[in-house]
């Protein structure tokens, strides 16, 4: 599919720190891991970066601006229902997703197994086919933050076009 006309690009980065005692859910998918990250929402950092790079390819500001983390609302929330809300504001302003492509940086655990689950668990929320919804992983060969497991960290580029 070549798309040719009002073309948008935006991207998403994001950070959380580690803990003990909470779940690790990525794309909505929660994996057996004795950490997760640590945040006001669950921390979901797959959807975090989506909702970023989404909200920056439509100019709509970002997520912390729309789902304030001082903001009882949005305590201990499903960063999934930020997510559809933010593909219902993309698409409220005349556009549609035409692919996404998000990279998780991080130690353990090992993403690969769970990828076609992730990526299933965002097509159905955000109403996306999953063949324009690109999930990688990486390590960052044990340097830095990452690599100690302190935190995992995401980044995501999201195309959109003008319906
Ligand atoms: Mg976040």
């Known amino acids: 599919r070549i798309i040719s006309m009002n073309i948008r690009v935006g991207q998403g980065y994001d950070v959380h720190r ?91 655990p090992k993403l690969n197994p769970h990828i076609p689950a992730i990526k299933a668990s965002l097509a159905a929320v955000m109403n996306v086919a999953e063949e324009d919804i690109s999930l990688k992983a990486t390590t960052s060969e044990h340097l830095g933050f990452v690599g100690r497991q302190e935190g995992i960290a995401a980044h995501c580029v999201a195309l959109i076009y003008k319906k």
């Open 18 to 108: 580690l803990a003990e005692g909470r779940p690790f859910i990525l794309g909505g998918l929660e994996i057996a891991h004795p950490v997760g990250p640590l945040g006001h929402s669950d921390a979901d950092l797959v959807c975090h970066v989506l909702c970023d790079a989404l909200l920056g390819a439509a100019n709509l500001g970002n997520i912390g601006y729309h789902f304030s983390d001082k903001d009882p609302r949005w305590k201990g929330v499903a960063s999934t229902l930020l997510l559809a809300r933010v593909l219902e504001m993309v698409r409220e302003n005349g556009y549609e997703v035409g692919n996404v492509d998000v990279t998780v940086v991080l130690q353990e």
